[in-house]
């Protein structure tokens, strides 16, 4: 719809209110001496075909040059403007505004500027619908003091949540790691359970998980049945039934020293010495 404006955006060279505005820019007089004489549109002229390749190359470069002029003359509306109407303006003093020949003529053809006789000014239809005239921002613009104390406020806002989470996040998994630590039975290993049982009471026979880890650490799984077989032939010796075991080692010390190492050789020996 005619009079209708439009926002300033990357792809604006290619909207079709910007292309007819090119291309009634193109064809103006005033600007295709101006364009010419610049040295960046060639002069149309020689046979039907020069003329329509050097038309083509002019119109390119005249959308680019209608975008720029567009960016200008809409800053300058968005300064100037009140109620879409700038007062002791003319259609060719927009030209001057944005230093390009023929474009206040050309804002006029697609309904994007009006002369008002009676107002003696300029009026921009519907230009309020996409852009905010000097006066509303003037109105609605915060103070510096204004922006300084909201800034503030949003930053010890930011820290206080922050603050917040952090303290809540460290609550929440020393919590979840209590409840896992209730809820998870102690780990272990059936020869290390056959390895508990055979050791004998005494008040030495303590520390069960520091013994697990020891035993896990010492990969003794894979050697339960002669560390059972041990501990069981330890159990008959002098050491252990004298005075009640009194000589009973713990069996974290057992097993921190690999005491079970050797205990094979040992069995073999006595067999053989049996034999003898």
Request: charged share 30%; hydrophobic share 35%.
């Amino acid at each position: 719809m005619a009079g209708d404006w439009i926002k300033m955006r990357v792809n604006l060279v290619s909207h079709p209110k910007v292309l007819a505005l090119a291309e009634t820019l193109a064809t103006d007089d005033e600007y295709q001496e101006w364009s010419t004489m610049a040295g960046f549109i060639p002069s149309i002229g020689g046979s039907r075909d020069d003329s329509e390749r050097d038309y083509q190359a002019s119109l390119r470069v005249t959308r680019y040059v209608t975008v720029c002029a567009l960016l200008r003359f809409w800053g300058y509306a968005n300064e100037h403007a009140k109620d879409e109407f700038i007062g002791s303006l003319r259609l060719h003093d927009i030209d001057d505004v944005v230093q390009v020949p023929g474009f206040g003529a050309a804002l006029q053809s697609i309904g994007w500027a009006e002369y008002d006789a009676e107002r003696r000014g300029l009026s921009l239809p519907n230009f309020n619908e996409y852009n905010t005239s000097g006066n509303e921002r003037s109105a609605s613009a915060k103070s510096a003091a204004q922006r300084q104390k909201e800034y503030r406020d949003r930053k010890k806002a930011g820290e206080s949540d922050v603050t917040r989470d952090d303290k809540s996040d460290v609550t929440s998994n020393r919590r979840e790691e209590k409840r896992r630590e209730e809820e998870t039975p102690p780990a272990s290993l059936p020869g290390f359970d056959r390895f508990w049982n055979a050791w004998p009471k005494s008040t030495r026979k303590e520390a069960r998980g520091k013994c697990f880890e020891a035993w896990r650490k010492a990969k003794a799984e894979g050697h339960a049945d002669l560390i059972v077989a041990h501990v069981e032939t330890k159990k008959l010796t002098a050491d252990w039934t004298k005075d009640a075991g009194r000589f009973v080692e713990a069996p974290l010390v057992y097993l921190n020293q690999r005491r079970w190492e050797g205990a094979e050789s040992e069995a073999q020996t006595d067999r053989i010495g049996s034999f003898i």
